[in-house]
């Protein structure tokens, strides 16, 4: 606040210098002298307040390649494919100085996976205030557009937050939570800010990040997991092109998604179909551990154990696959704790 007093004060002693300059007698090269030292005055305050306050500015915005590795590496379980291709595919991303449109990330798989997680990463590697930033905006189908009968309301201040909030900053990051409840028509609605357009009046979107997440293809993502495990492959060996005809099979020809009504896919605009794969019982300890350490306590194996066997597994002798990965551990362990 001091230092905006301070810039304030600094261009009123301009402005009224200016015009004292103008009816008194003073040399023109004084004038503009001191003009030009008070201008660079503002200058410099003006950038120190960058510093304090969040602005579409490389301060705020950048991204921390080395940051998000260790990140995905260390905190994501069990998700060696979407970490590789996440990776590479915001790196690649904001390293480029004049994108041809927008990063449009597709993430899919059971829910407690780590999409959510993942959305969360991905923007505090990029933004100084992580998910607090003003830059950063989360819409949850279920919570934000509950009302089939106001489709055409929820369209237009969809369109009008996009457009607004992209004007103010083009490195903004839009996520769409439950994209398989989405209505078809709201989807449709944002195709044009994904697409490959300088700019649609007068506002370019090609800096721009989509993330949708979505439960569609969990199920055939599982059933590739289990015919490696039934196989007696490693799960590692698991590849991106071997899950590409899973979520082929369920997101682009399954008529109940709500993809399948739009025309994101057979205009190409998503860029990267992500998979997330079912989280093992190994999966489920390292989240309980980290959980524990998130919540002050000293990480204690024992405890860990105990509330990830309680939980729900399948197939259901073999007990391979949690049902509920890692979204349930933060309340289940405070019963255990």
């Given at each position: 606040?001091?230092?905006?007093?301070?810039?304030?004060?600094?261009?009123?002693?301009?402005?009224?210098?200016?015009?004292?300059?103008?009816?008194?007698?003073?040399?023109?090269?004084?004038?503009?002298?001191?003009?030009?030292?008070?201008?660079?005055?503002?200058?410099?305050?003006?950038?120190?307040?960058?510093?304090?306050?969040?602005?579409?500015?490389?301060?705020?915005i950048s991204c921390n390649k080395t940051g998000l590795k260790n990140d995905l590496n260390t905190k994501l379980y069990g998700q060696h494919v979407a970490a590789q291709v996440i990776l590479k595919a915001v790196t690649g991303f904001m390293n480029n100085k004049n994108p041809k449109k927008p990063l449009v990330l597709?993430?899919?798989?059971?829910?407690?996976?780590?999409?959510?997680?993942?959305?969360?990463?991905?923007?505090?590697?990029?933004?100084?205030?992580?998910?607090?930033?003003?830059?950063?905006?989360?819409?949850?189908?279920?919570?934000?557009?509950?009302?089939?009968?106001?489709?055409?309301?929820?369209?237009?201040?969809?369109?009008?937050?996009?457009?607004?909030?992209?004007?103010?900053?083009?490195?903004?990051?839009?996520?769409?939570?439950?994209?398989?409840?989405?209505?078809?028509?709201?989807?449709?609605?944002?195709?044009?800010?994904?697409?490959?357009?300088?700019?649609?009046?007068?506002?370019?979107?090609?800096?721009?990040?989509?993330?949708?997440?979505?439960?569609?293809?969990?199920?055939?993502?599982?059933?590739?997991?289990?015919?490696?495990?039934?196989?007696?492959?490693?799960?590692?060996?698991?590849?991106?092109?071997?899950?590409?005809?899973?979520?082929?099979?369920?997101?682009?020809?399954?008529?109940?998604?709500?993809?399948?009504?739009?025309?994101?896919?057979?205009?190409?605009?998503?860029?990267?179909?992500?998979?997330?794969?079912?989280?093992?019982?190994?999966?489920?300890?390292?989240?309980?551990?980290?959980?524990?350490?998130?919540?002050?306590?000293?990480?204690?194996?024992?405890?860990?154990?105990?509330?990830?066997?309680?939980?729900?597994?399948?197939?259901?002798?073999?007990?391979?696959?949690?049902?509920?990965?890692?979204?349930?551990?933060?309340?289940?362990?405070?019963?255990?704790?």
């Amino acid at each position: 606040m001091r230092l905006a007093c301070r810039v304030l004060f600094a261009g009123c002693v301009l402005w009224s210098f200016l015009v004292t300059a103008a009816i008194e007698p003073i040399s023109t090269s004084i004038a503009v002298g001191m003009a030009v030292a008070l201008t660079g005055f503002l200058a410099h305050y003006q950038n120190v307040l960058y510093y304090f306050q969040e602005c579409c500015r490389t301060e705020w915005i950048s991204c921390n390649k080395t940051g998000l590795k260790n990140d995905l590496n260390t905190k994501l379980y069990g998700q060696h494919v979407a970490a590789q291709v996440i990776l590479k595919a915001v790196t690649g991303f904001m390293n480029n100085k004049n994108p041809k449109k927008p990063l449009v990330l597709s993430l899919h798989g059971w829910t407690g996976t780590g999409k959510n997680f993942v959305s969360q990463i991905i923007a505090e590697n990029i933004y100084e205030k992580g998910m607090t930033s003003n830059f950063v905006h989360l819409f949850a189908a279920t919570a934000h557009f509950p009302h089939e009968a106001h489709i055409d309301t929820y369209k237009t201040q969809l369109q009008e937050w996009i457009r607004g909030n992209v004007s103010i900053c083009p490195r903004s990051l839009f996520i769409f939570d439950e994209m398989d409840k989405m209505h078809p028509e709201l989807i449709d609605s944002i195709k044009p800010y994904l697409d490959f357009y300088d700019n649609l009046n007068g506002v370019s979107y090609r800096q721009a990040i989509f993330i949708f997440l979505s439960n569609a293809g969990g199920e055939n993502i599982v059933q590739v997991a289990l015919d490696f495990w039934r196989d007696g492959r490693e799960r590692e060996e698991i590849q991106l092109k071997d899950l590409e005809t899973a979520l082929s099979l369920s997101v682009f020809n399954n008529k109940n998604s709500g993809f399948w009504h739009t025309s994101l896919i057979d205009k190409n605009l998503v860029d990267f179909f992500v998979p997330f794969l079912p989280l093992e019982f190994k999966h489920i300890i390292q989240c309980g551990l980290a959980e524990m350490v998130s919540k002050g306590h000293d990480p204690d194996i024992e405890v860990v154990e105990t509330m990830a066997r309680d939980l729900n597994y399948f197939p259901k002798e073999e007990r391979v696959f949690s049902m509920q990965g890692c979204k349930v551990i933060p309340a289940r362990l405070d019963f255990y704790v």
